[in-house]
């Protein structure tokens, strides 16, 4: 099997031939999937990540997450004791509420936004490098998700949002690694 770090650049320079228009569209196409399934449109509360360098789009979402009344909560990468983890915030305000934080990523203000209850999200929207046809996910490789996704509530539905180009058949496995409740895609749901 393809090893973690080779399917990481693999994405990673598919992703940067996208053209913006194509990211964009996409990302409606996948938004319109995502918050037609049952436990999205049940949610109150809903987390999202922040994209970057042509990740899905989630803005799309957040909007419906704001105009549907579910709270919006947003993963802020804390590294107080060493060890990097997410820490979940609410945010009230799509723009005023967050500002860069690592590598340039929209992260919540911890001056204007509110900590955030792991056990209170029903809804996880997960970030990913490649995925597989068994819901599997690859990472950026610091483990920060995997370790997140362990620590919430064992009714939070794990939604992983990908480009079709993100799939494979199979992406290497860890004992560590998290599947996902659903994989959309701009073509289908998994
Ligand atoms: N639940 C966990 N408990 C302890 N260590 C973990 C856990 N999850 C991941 N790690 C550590 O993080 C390292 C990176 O994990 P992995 O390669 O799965 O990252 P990833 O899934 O690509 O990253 P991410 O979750 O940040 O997107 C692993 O070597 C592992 O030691
Ligand atoms: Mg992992």
Do not use: W
């Not at 037609?36 to 987390?47: E, G, H, R, W, Y």
């Not at 911890?110 to 999200?121: L, M, Q, V």
């Amino acid at each position: 099997m393809i090893t973690k770090e080779l399917l990481r650049e693999e994405v990673a320079s598919r992703r940067k031939s996208e053209n913006r228009q194509s990211v964009e569209s996409k990302s409606i196409e996948i938004t319109s999937r995502v918050i037609n399934l049952l436990p999205f449109i049940k949610a109150k509360s809903v987390m999202c990540y922040m994209d970057f360098k042509n990740e899905v789009i989630t803005r799309y979402i957040i909007h419906h997450c704001f105009e549907h009344g579910k709270r919006v909560v947003l993963p802020l990468v804390d590294k107080t004791d060493g060890l990097k983890r997410i820490v979940p915030y609410e945010i009230m305000d799509e723009k005023r509420d967050v500002a860069p934080g690592m590598l340039g990523i929209l992260e919540p203000r911890k001056d204007r936004a509110k900590s955030f209850n792991r056990e209170e999200i029903d809804v996880v929207i997960v970030p990913g490098v490649a995925f597989d046809l068994c819901k599997n996910r690859l990472g950026y490789g610091a483990g920060l998700y995997d370790r997140f996704l362990s620590s919430v509530n064992n009714n939070c539905t794990k939604i992983g949002i990908a480009f079709e180009f993100q799939i494979y058949d199979a992406v290497p496995l860890e004992e560590h690694d998290i599947p996902l409740d659903f994989l959309v895609t701009e073509e289908r749901i998994i």
